[in-house]
C-alpha cells in the first residue's frame, strides 16, 4: 500500500506526515485481504492519496478542515471525504468512513465468489 500525502493551505510537519501515516496505515489489515487480486506487474495492491486542506484562511471557526482520501483497488476507486473543527479529527472521520467503503468492497467480492459457487455446486448435484 502506497500512501500519497497532499496539502493545500497547510504546511506539511512530520508530525502531521506521521500521524497521517499512522492512521492511515491501519487500513492496510483491511486491504490485505484482497490480496490474490494484484495484477501482473503491479507491486501494490492498494494506492491511497491523502488530502488535508484547511479550506478558507480568514475563518477562525467552524469545520473549516476537509481531508479526503481516495484508494484505487483492482476495479474500483474508493473515496471519502470529512470536515472538521481540527485537522486530526477530520483525518479520523474520514478514515472510519473509508474503512466501511473498504468494507464493503471486501464482501461484495467474497459474496460474489461464494454466490458463483452456491451455483456450480447446484449444476452439479443434480
Do not use: C, W
Not at 499512522?22 to 492496510?28: E, N
Not at 506487474?41 to 476537509?66: I, N
Not at 466501511?100 to 461464494?114: A, G, L, V
Amino acid at each position: 500500500m502506497r500512501i500519497t500525502i497532499k496539502t493545500k493551505n497547510i504546511i506539511l510537519s512530520n508530525e502531521l506526515s506521521l500521524f497521517i501515516e499512522r492512521k492511515i496505515g491501519v487500513l492496510k489489515k483491511f486491504i490485505n485481504i484482497l490480496k490474490q487480486d494484484i495484477p501482473e506487474g503491479k507491486k501494490t495492491l492498494a494506492e491511497v492519496l491523502v488530502e488535508a486542506e484547511k479550506e478558507t484562511m480568514h475563518h477562525k471557526k467552524g469545520k473549516v478542515f476537509k481531508s479526503r482520501i481516495e484508494i484505487t483497488l483492482p476495479g474500483k476507486k474508493l473515496m471519502a471525504e470529512a470536515r472538521g473543527d481540527n485537522l486530526e479529527g477530520a483525518i479520523v472521520d474520514v478514515k472510519e468512513q473509508i474503512k466501511k467503503e473498504i468494507n464493503k468492497y471486501k464482501f461484495k467480492k467474497i459474496d460474489k465468489n461464494r454466490r458463483k459457487q452456491r451455483k456450480l455446486k447446484k449444476e452439479f448435484k443434480i
